[in-house]
């Protein structure tokens, strides 16, 4: 069974910045596209950023490009995703998101994390 962990969510005002964590075993790592995603209540899940474990390169949407950042841990098998000039519209549950496999853009992920919630106040 496929455990992805997160962490780091919280509060934040705007502008400020904070680093989420998804944490999985080194058996889910390398050859996994690995992502986050963002919910809102009420409103359809969305895509956030993504990388393939191979290691590979990071894309991130349009709403969050040159805000937002991938890195990888590759000893503890744990993608962060630091948010930096946040804005009251990243508030969101945060999902981190696994497929084997390389990415096919935000689809087929078989394995989901818990969430993380983050508030960004005016």
């Known amino acids: 069974q496929v455990q992805l962990v997160e962490s780091g969510g919280g509060s934040a005002q705007t502008g400020g910045s904070l680093t989420l964590s998804c944490t999985t075993s080194?058996?889910?790592?390398?050859?996994?596209?690995m992502a986050w995603f963002r919910r809102v209540e009420g409103k359809e899940r969305e895509p956030v950023a993504r990388?393939?474990?191979?290691?590979?390169?990071?894309y991130y949407v349009d709403s969050v490009r040159g805000r937002f950042t991938l890195s990888q841990d590759d000893a503890k098998s744990t993608l962060h995703l630091q948010m930096h000039n946040l804005k009251p519209d990243d508030s969101a549950m945060y999902y981190c998101?696994?497929?084997?496999?390389?990415?096919?853009?935000?689809?087929?992920?078989?394995?989901w994390g818990q969430g993380t919630p983050v508030t960004v106040s005016t």
């Open positions: 998101a696994a497929r084997y496999g390389y990415c096919n853009g935000f689809k087929d992920f078989q394995y």
């Open positions: 080194p058996y889910t790592w390398n050859g996994y596209c």
């Open positions: 990388i393939w474990i191979a290691p590979g390169t990071p």
